[in-house]
């Protein structure tokens, strides 16, 4: 799911209605149920994310140190090494910055994005009973039966 259609979601879901402030209150554990599955889910996914980006660091540091066999570079379509000589000190870095290891980075940092923007929204649906119950006591302050 992209963030821009977890805010659309979102917008649609963050409506209250002033005529049915009732209705509203009761929504709230269903939207709860709806938001909590939906991080969850994203939750998930980032998981996936980070067991790659461990495996490919793994394989990475070791493609780095050449200790990989001819075999292993084929099935983890690797180039070649060269014959240029890396430092053990400077492996961490060479990883940090090898294409497919920057994409997953830029992958779990979108991620965390959705996850934290995910548990703002489920905190706003915890004080949703806050807001329908200061809305119900300003109509019945404004009407003078409070």
């Known amino acids: 799911m992209k963030i821009e259609d977890i805010e659309s979601e979102w ?22 149920s709806k938001w909590y599955s939906m991080l969850l889910n994203e939750k998930k996914i980032l998981y996936s994310i980070t067991i790659r ?42 990883i940090a ?15 965390s994005d959705k996850i934290e923007f995910m548990k703002d929204i489920l905190k706003q649906i915890h004080g949703r009973s806050f807001i329908i119950k200061d809305a119900i006591a300003w109509a019945q302050f404004s009407n003078g039966s409070y």
Not at 11 to 32: F, Q
Not at 105 to 110: E, F, G, Q, Y
């Open 11 to 32: 917008v649609k879901d963050a409506k209250i209605s002033e005529t049915d402030l009732g209705g509203e209150a009761l929504k709230i554990p269903r939207l709860h």
């Open 97 to 111: 910055n090898y294409p497919a290891m920057v994409t997953l980075n830029l992958k779990i940092a979108l991620q």
């Open 53 to 94: 980006k461990e495996e490919l660091a793994i394989i990475l540091e070791a493609y780095f140190a050449k200790t990989l066999t001819m075999e292993e570079l084929k099935e983890y379509e690797l180039p070649p090494s060269s014959d240029k000589k890396i430092l053990r000190q400077d492996i961490p870095k060479h």
